[in-house]
């Protein structure tokens, strides 16, 4: 239900954008995060997002270089990769889940409270 696409090789200092179409959450507001692993690494947490608040948690990693943002009418979210670095290296993995069951609750931060993920997309930067 989630497809990724966007990702590439690119040299450092370089950027790309990932795309995640979140088809099958029938939700005005929804949880996605993206996640990325290098093998033999356990996966990372990129960011966090609230799609009905447009608020996002981004990794000390990443913050101030990646930018993650939503089309509401292509069930798309985005995630803006600048000033990518060797270290970013990895596959990249969408997912998404309900909202949280209290309204004023934030969306998880551990990758096991989403239940839909995309097949992933590598990215590469030399």
Request: proline share 4%; net charge positive; aromatic share 8%.
């Amino acid at each position: 239900q989630l497809v990724e696409s966007g990702g590439g090789s690119v040299e450092a200092g370089g950027s790309l954008r990932l795309s995640c179409l979140v088809a099958g959450l029938k939700y005005s507001r929804k949880c996605v995060a993206w996640y990325r692993q290098v093998p033999g690494q356990e996966r990372e947490g990129v960011v966090i997002f609230d799609s009905g608040r447009d608020r996002s948690v981004y990794a000390d990693s990443v913050k101030g270089r990646f930018s993650i943002s939503q089309d509401r009418g292509k069930n798309t979210v985005y995630l803006d990769l600048n000033g990518l670095r060797p270290e970013d290296t990895g596959r990249y993995y969408c997912a998404a889940n309900a909202p949280p069951r209290r309204v004023a609750d934030n969306c998880p931060s551990t990758e096991n409270a989403y239940s839909e993920w995309g097949q992933g997309t590598q990215v590469t930067v030399s």
